[in-house]
């Protein structure tokens, strides 16, 4: 911002950042920035490029982003294929198994629902087949989580932060 005050360019309006249940660190660290100098922020990642469909944790791993030697999922492997993620995950199993709902479920009705974005904040919603986005917008249109999930998620993640990206 300052750059753009005193070069004369145009200011950054939208910052577009990752933000996931694994990747709360935006609550704390970056949200506040962009909200200081009026931008809007728009998540994305909210499936924590995969990591949250159960695919790596199950061991899965063909064809994703957490295959070996995959140059693109370097970074998430990094991020997010550590034993703690991987509890994490098999703990929410466990949670939202007898509610019947879906990890991707969950984690995109908790992102829109019960996160720090606010008004006129977005979520970049993507898919690797077509079908996937319009599954993610019923997802979403499901509404809140109940209380005690979402409770749960927020002790998953005080357990999980110091590992977190």
Partial sequence: ?????????????????????????????????????GM?????????????????????????????????????TNWYDKPIMHDAVRNLQKAIEP??????????????????LGEGDGVIIGGSRFEHIGGNVKDVKRGPLPKELVEEIDEMWEMMKDEAP
Avoid at 1 to 30: A, H
Avoid at 40 to 67: C, I, P, Q, W
Avoid at 105 to 112: C, D, I, N, P
């Fill in 1 to 37: 911002m300052q750059i753009s005050e005193d070069k004369g360019y145009v200011k950054p309006t939208v910052y577009q950042g990752q933000y996931n249940l694994l990747c709360r660190r935006p609550e704390q660290d970056l949200i506040p920035t962009p909200r200081k100098y």
């Fill in 40 to 76: 809007v922020y728009n998540a994305y990642s909210l499936l924590a490029g995969g990591f949250l469909t159960d695919k790596a944790t199950a061991g899965l791993v063909a064809g994703t982003r957490f295959e070996p030697g995959k140059k693109m999922g370097a970074a998430h």
């Fill in 99 to 116: 509610l019947g709902l879906t990890l991707t479920e969950v984690s995109m009705r908790r992102l829109v629902h019960y996160s720090a």
